[in-house]
């Protein structure tokens, strides 16, 4: 209860902002309906302008006016301008029916003002809608007031909290989570697709009248610099088109919900199961599964805290696809190593989750669904699925996984061994992202340092985005040759072509094969691990020997590929999970 009186008390200011702009917008459009049968007279102006008032960063304008008008033989004073009383800056509105004002009190000429027949004192010059003013006021409108009423509506409409400590929880920790009381788990694409609308319509709210600022900052002012915040708006323009998408990718699938087998998912077994889909069979549809161990953190401190993700272990398959009640049935399972770590149902600043990913490019619209779903440490294995759906499974993923390793390695002979070189480019995915928040940080950092005078921060923005832009380019530039010698195994590491390392193993001394993940790409939800293949030595020395591989199953037949061509011969890795060197967000 304390918690939602706290969450009450700072969500109630904002549902009152909103509440405020919601009597003003709607009283506006009552006075126009309602004075759309007033009758319009002539009346004589005492006075007429605009007045200035300036603020800490921005001056505002109101306009005035006094005038005499007749009704019924009687003689009315009026000063009402406008529908909405006070000053503003949206727009020159307020400036140029203030110069009008002043045009005619000059000239002694008669303005025409709106009378209420029911009411003669009761007048106004002009009666239309101010839509601009309108526009901003719905800023407010739906980002605070919506804001509030979303806080106020999810504190009061929460489910009690559970008792974590109560017997029936402690022997299953997953039914903590009001979504994982069945085998049947939905996705979060409904969720994602409101989520989407939402955040959708706060930027555009948000960024409605930067066009109209930069318009005039460029054309009155002459500040081109201004023309950056035109961004805004096609950001926006981005954000609704990702919301359609989303919405098309609902209506066509549907909840198309998983049912484990085993359930929960087991860390030291078996993670699979079934899902339908309500679209007709095609045995030519390749549906890919994608299982993450993700670690959500909070980084940072105060103002700058962040929540982050970053994937422990990754597996990826092709599910077997077959004819379903519904339409197409998915048939999957993954082998889940141990010593991973379980789902946790308590999101502190620090928790795992294990997310599912189901994608395939369909004609039309794409399927992209993400399931967060329990996995423990319970090492039990599936019972139902069927064993002819995983092998097959497993021989169309080998299939894949050998050829796109084969897209990224070119092997030849060559009067020394066998050669294979690993070309540059095979990290552009992940390092244009990168390059481009690093280019636009230190775009910035020089921005404030030459026009702005701000040096040291300035510097310290330009060089982190800097090292940032560097540190992707080298990824994307950088070459790997790997080549059988006579009695071991070299490794040449070339930037541009020129020659900036040289690493040897001999074979005798070579003792197994390591995977390891050392560059992971991010983009929203979906996280992508690259692993490199090494060698390891008696003294436990590495020499890298194939990089750029998309999964451990990728990576796994990298190492096959590569102990063939090079003559090593393969042995277990410890078994342990991967781990994480490097991150990049794309």
Known sequence: MKGKVAVTLFALPFFSVGVWMLWSIGSSFADAIGMQNWVQVEAELIRGGYDTNSGSDSDTYEAYAEYTYTWGGERYVGNRVSLSAGGDNIGDYQVDVGRRLQTA??????????VDPQSPQESIVDRDIRWGLVGFKSIFLFVFGGV?????????????????????????????????????????????????????????LISAALPFIVYREVLERQNYIALIGLLFPLVGIGLITWAIRRTLEWWRFGAAPVTLDPFPGS??????????????????????????????????????????????????????????????????RFD?????????????????????????????????????????????????????AVRESRAEQDSIDDKAVGDIVRISQEATGRQMFYPMGRYVGPSIGGVLVGGIFAAAGWYLIIEEGH??????????????????????????????????????????????????????DFVRFERKSTVQAQSGGKHTLFYSVYGVDRQGNRIVLGEGFRGEREARA???????????????????????????TA
């Open 558 to 584: 990298a190492t096959r590929l590569i102990a063939r061509e090079l003559d090593l011969r393969e042995t277990a890795d410890r078994g342990q999970p991967d781990t994480i060197v490097h991150n990049l």
């Open 336 to 388: 889940v190593p141990a010593g991973l770590e379980a789902s946790d149902t308590d999101h502190d600043d620090s928790y795992y989750q294990w997310r599912l990913n189901l994608h395939a490019d369909l004609p039309g619209t794409d399927l992209d669904r993400d399931y967060d779903i329990p996995v423990y440490a319970t090492a039990t294995q599936s019972r139902r699925v069927s064993d002819h």
């Open 267 to 332: 860390i030291g077994g078996h993670v699979g199961g079934t899902i339908d889909l309500n679209v007709p069979y095609d045995p030519d549809a390749r549906f890919q599964l994608t299982l993450s161990n993700l670690h959500c953190y909070v980084s940072g401190s105060g103002k700058n805290r962040s929540r982050r993700e970053d994937a422990e272990w990754q597996d990826t398959l092709v599910a077997h696809a077959g004819p379903g009640a519904g339409g197409t049935r998915l048939t999957f």
């Open 148 to 204: 509030g009423l979303a806080l106020l509506v999810f504190v009061w409409r929460a489910a009690p909290e559970k008792d974590a400590a109560s017997p029936e929880y402690l022997r299953s920790p997953w039914l903590l989570n009001d979504d994982w009381q069945s085998p049947t788990i939905r996705s979060g694409s409904r969720s994602s697709m409101w989520g989407a609308w939402a955040f959708a319509a706060f930027w555009n």
């Open 105 to 114: 009190l000059a000239s002694g000429r008669p303005i025409l003002v709106y």
């Open 455 to 508: 040096t040291v921060f300035g510097s310290v923005f330009g060089a982190v985005g800097a090292l940032i832009a560097l540190a992707c380019l080298y990824l994307m530039l950088n070459s790997l040759q790997v080549s059988k010698q006579s009695t071991g195994v070299m490794s040449v590491r070339r930037l541009l072509g020129v020659t900036i390392s040289r690493r040897q193993m001999n074979r005798r």
